[in-house]
Antibody
């Protein structure tokens, strides 16, 4: 059974850093495209980042230079390192598996990040 | 970046009636070499993550009821629910997979009239 479980969210002050984790079971993160998508409270979905099977990464302009996506194949875990956090980064962060050119077919339940002073 | 614009923002339809949601992209998402539109539709119910409904603009994901259908090509796409059921109340999003960033539409909130 495929499962994705996010963790690492919490309350953080503006300018702070946080690392989100997404523990995966049922498939190998090393062979798939993995993404992070966020959703601000009461708002729509915003694509954040992708890492492909070759380790190539891409980011939304809103997080470029501040966020870093990575994975640990030995732990079958996806990460999102978030630095220089801003109030507008407050959101529920989802990890998901993306089938290239198809869409995200498996999602976690999300982890909430609140950036506030 | 490709901008995805959905219409309407919200929609109220009677049970058993047809619901239609539109999605327009700011540039074509048709991959000509394989004649596939890199356009997906998702359903998000309250308190749940999104669920993939349709990909390549018109291919239903496994397990998705056949009352859901997608159509369109290039820049204009439509999600149709042929006979609305109570469990279809949700927010629906389109997303392009043509390039990065993989942008979403703003969402359409579907309710029962």
């Amino acid at each position: 059974e495929v499962q994705l479980v996010e963790s690492g969210g919490g309350l953080i002050r503006p300018g702070g850093s946080l690392r989100l984790s997404c523990a995966v079971s049922g498939f190998s993160v090393s062979t798939e495209y993995m993404i992070w998508v966020r959703q601000a409270p009461g708002k729509g979905l915003e694509w954040v980042s992708v890492i492909d099977s070759g380790g190539r990464t891409s980011y939304a302009d809103s997080v470029k230079g501040r966020f870093t996506i990575s994975r640990d194949d030995s732990k079958n875990t996806l990460y999102l390192q978030m630095n220089s956090l801003r109030v507008e980064d407050t959101a529920l962060y989802y990890c998901a598996r993306e089938i290239k050119s198809v869409g995200a077919d498996h999602w976690g339940q999300g982890t909430l990040v609140t950036v506030s002073s | 970046d490709i901008v995805m614009t959905q219409s309407p923002d919200s929609l109220a339809v009677s049970l058993g009636e047809r619901a239609t949601i539109n999605c327009k992209s700011s540039q074509s998402v048709l991959y000509n070499s394989i004649n596939k539109n890199y356009l997906a539709w998702y359903q998000q119910k309250p308190g749940q993550p999104p669920k993939l409904l349709i990909y390549w603009a018109s291919t239903r994901e496994s397990g998705v009821p056949d009352r859901f259908s997608g159509s369109g090509s290039g820049t204009d796409f439509t999600l149709t629910i042929s006979s609305l059921q109570a469990e279809d109340v949700a927010v629906y999003y389109c997303q392009q997979h043509y390039n990065t960033p993989r942008t979403f539409g703003q969402g359409t909130n579907l309710e029962i009239k």
